[in-house]
């Protein structure tokens, strides 16, 4: 078995309904799902604010190389079309990998340049992070520590500052 950690993000046409319909494909491995956050674009500042999420995820006979389809699965299911021009641009749907565990809770460390884990950047990624309290909220980054001292530090505590609930937008399993 291994369990994952998935950040979601969406800021083009129907942010949070496309958010619900990969929370939804999800239903048959989903552990627990974060709130929502509008947050500012990182990266990439000429465009729409996203919505982001974060979801555990259990499946016993999934590899890490399994989340990295499921995600990409769920971003050609939402339509994302890659600009290669703009790396941090605008997404119908992003999924990434941000963690993996094995069954006996030992993290997984890659640097497949497929799939490095855990993500490269999520340590410097608020709106990763903060979702991710919200369903784990003495949670790790493997390598990099507590999910609270990253988000105390800069340059994360800065942009903590950005990020905004949105409980009026809830993510819900159909289970």
């Not at 496309?18 to 494909?25: E, I, K, P, Q, Y």
């Not at 340590?123 to 980054?141: H, N």
């Not at 530090?153 to 809830?170: I, K, Q, S, T």
């Amino acid at each position: 078995m291994t369990r994952a950690v998935l950040a979601l993000g969406s800021n083009l046409g129907d942010r949070y309904g496309r958010l619900r319909a990969a929370v939804r494909s999800l239903d048959d491995v989903l552990l627990v799902v974060s709130g929502v956050y509008e947050t500012p674009p990182w990266g990439d500042p000429a465009q729409p604010d996203y919505l982001n999420a974060v979801a555990m995820v259990a499946d016993p006979g999934a590899a890490p190389a399994d989340w990295l389809d499921r995600c990409r699965s769920l971003e050609r299911a939402a339509g994302r079309v890659r600009d290669p021009d703009r790396p941090y641009g605008p997404r119908s749907l992003d999924v990434d990998v941000v963690a993996v565990w094995t069954d006996d809770d030992a993290p997984v460390f890659s640097d497949d340049p497929e799939l490095v884990l855990p993500h490269p950047r999520a340590r410097l990624r608020a709106f990763v992070l903060r979702p991710w309290i919200d369903i784990q909220p003495y949670g790790q980054l493997p390598g990099h520590g507590w999910l609270t001292d990253l988000l105390n530090h800069d340059p994360v505590a800065g942009d903590l500052l950005e990020l905004r609930p949105r409980p009026d937008l809830p993510l819900e399993s159909t289970q």
